[in-house]
């Protein structure tokens, strides 16, 4: 049995890779095939390609430059699909790419089974399409609850399956008590929006440092080259005390997270890492105007961040474009520094919006759904 996967960036590889262990775990036999990251294709085997470096692009502007490479691989993928016949086609996020593979496929083999994991938030910017994907994807396998109910809504056979995010961080969890004078600093995975999101970090930490000189600062790196990338940022700039420039640590997510006192985070999957260890944090998003104002123009939810999503409400305080000035966040971070109200408020809300995630278990649930909708037959 042969599974045919696609996934563009290193969540989406994590996550794949979750996936690929629990499906063996139930059928030692069987085969996958694809593109995705390190991670897949350790999980896989050589035949699996590793094009996370190429394909992994933040914003409308990124995506319009590298179109030739994009367009290329689509072909290639779409090729390799309908010569190979998998029982199924997996496609983990990356609507961009995903939804219209799916579009294709469907075209040229109609009885091909496809099944989207980590479905796409048709729901916050542009909820019309939904109609259209259904009549491409099979199964929607969805890792928030109020998603499944949406698509059910357009006739679409949908399953929650619990946030695949939950088994990881239960494996990362550490004894250790926070640090009152450490503050964590998240700007993101991607060099694109470190450019953008990392600069206002040091300066806000810097602002933060005038009203508590004993603060420390830790920032999550990603990688070595994202780590060089901070380093020349945080020297261009300034240090940050007389003991020399912030620590950056390579990842070391988790454990920040849990040792920090309260936390900068960059909008994206983090944001919900942070409230699943608690952490007091804000949340800063900034881009490239085209690709802010394009995103302006579809996208249709009351808030950025997920947290505040789940929960309908502002938990988080959300520093959004022209909003994040470093002024403006040092102010919004002191309460979370210094008033234990503040910070319980925030960490109660936290408990409420985890729970709505499942207990985990996400990746094997998904295997499960996928392996019953192979067994019940080509669509």
Not at 56 to 81: D, P
Not at 153 to 160: E, G, L, P, T, Y
Not at 301 to 316: C, F, I, Q, S, T
């Amino acid at each position: 049995m042969t599974i045919y996967f696609v996934a563009g960036e290193v969540s989406a590889d994590n996550h794949g890779a979750a996936l690929m262990r629990c499906l063996r775990e139930s059928d030692p036999e069987l085969k996958f095939i694809g593109r995705g990251g390190p991670q897949m294709q350790q999980a896989a085997g050589k035949q699996f390609k590793n094009w996370i470096g190429d394909a992994a692009v933040l914003g409308l502007w990124e995506v319009l430059r590298k179109y030739g490479y994009f367009r290329e691989q689509f072909h290639e993928t779409l090729k390799e699909i309908l010569k190979s016949k998998p029982h199924a086609v997996v496609l983990i996020d990356y609507p961009g790419f995903n939804l219209r593979l799916a579009r294709a496929v469907k075209r040229q083999s109609p009885q091909q089974k496809i099944i989207y994991y980590i479905s796409p938030q048709l729901w916050a910017w542009n909820p019309g399409r939904i109609k259209r994907m259904a009549r491409s994807v099979d199964l929607v396998l969805c890792i928030f609850p109020f998603e499944a109910d949406i698509y059910k809504k357009s006739r679409m056979r949908a399953v929650f399956v619990g946030h695949p995010m939950i088994e990881r961080l239960q494996t990362r969890k550490i004894d250790v008590e926070r640090d009152p004078n450490l503050i964590g600093l998240f700007p993101g995975s991607r060099s694109r929006e470190l450019r953008k999101i990392f600069p206002i970090m040091i300066d806000t930490a810097r602002l933060l440092l005038q009203m508590r000189r004993t603060l420390r600062f830790e920032v999550a790196a990603a990688s070595d080259q994202l780590a060089r990338e901070m380093n020349a940022t945080a020297a261009a700039l300034h240090k940050l005390s007389d003991q020399g420039p912030i620590q950056i640590k390579i990842g070391e997510t988790p454990e920040i997270m849990q040792r920090a006192w309260a936390g900068i985070v960059a909008s994206g999957s983090a944001t919900l890492e942070a409230a699943y260890f608690r952490m007091p944090f804000v949340l800063v998003y900034k881009v490239a105007w085209p690709t802010y104002l394009a995103a302006r123009a579809v996208v249709n939810v009351n808030y950025l961040g997920m947290p505040n999503l789940l929960a309908d409400k502002e938990v988080v305080p959300e520093f959004i474009q022209q909003q994040a000035k470093p002024a403006a966040i040092a102010r919004t971070m002191g309460p979370l520094v210094e008033d234990g109200h503040a910070r319980e408020q925030m960490i109660s809300a936290f408990d409420a919006i985890i729970s709505k995630l499942g207990g985990g278990g996400a990746s094997e649930h998904a295997a499960q759904a996928i392996l019953e909708e192979i067994r019940n037959g080509r669509g």
